[in-house]
């Protein structure tokens, strides 16, 4: 099996930054795609970024310019800067890894969130 543990969320001021990590272990032969996803109360999961296996990235338009999502594949860490946070940044963040396992195959799997407060 393969479990995710994350780390770094918290509570900040606007303008301020945070930096998310979230590490991936267990029976991991290979890591394809990593992304982090947040959920604000009473509304559905979003994509925040998403990095591939090559280092291509993708973002919310309503993140660009001030996320950057970038990953450690030694450490089958993924990580999310985000700098200039808002208000509406303020949500539970979910990291996501798509992969690979020897005896078990491909598999998805999720964190268990954390929180991110941003207040104004």
């Known amino acids: 099996q393969v479990h995710l543990v994350e780390s770094g969320g918290g509570s900040v001021q606007a303008g301020g930054s945070l930096r998310l990590s979230c590490a991936a272990s267990g029976s991991v032969s290979s890591i394809n795609s990593m992304g982090w996803y947040r959920q604000a109360l009473g509304k559905q999961r979003e994509l925040v970024a998403h990095i591939s296996s090559g280092g291509s990235t993708t973002y919310a338009n309503s993140v660009k310019g001030r996320f950057t999502i970038s990953r450690e594949n030694a450490k089958n860490t993924v990580y999310l800067q985000m700098n200039s946070l808002k208000p509406e940044d303020t949500s539970v963040y979910y990291c996501?890894?798509?992969?690979?396992?020897?005896?078990?195959?491909?598999?998805?799997?999720w964190g268990q969130g954390i929180q991110v407060t941003v207040s104004s």
């Open positions: 996501n890894v798509i992969g690979g396992t020897a005896v078990f195959g491909t598999f998805t799997s």
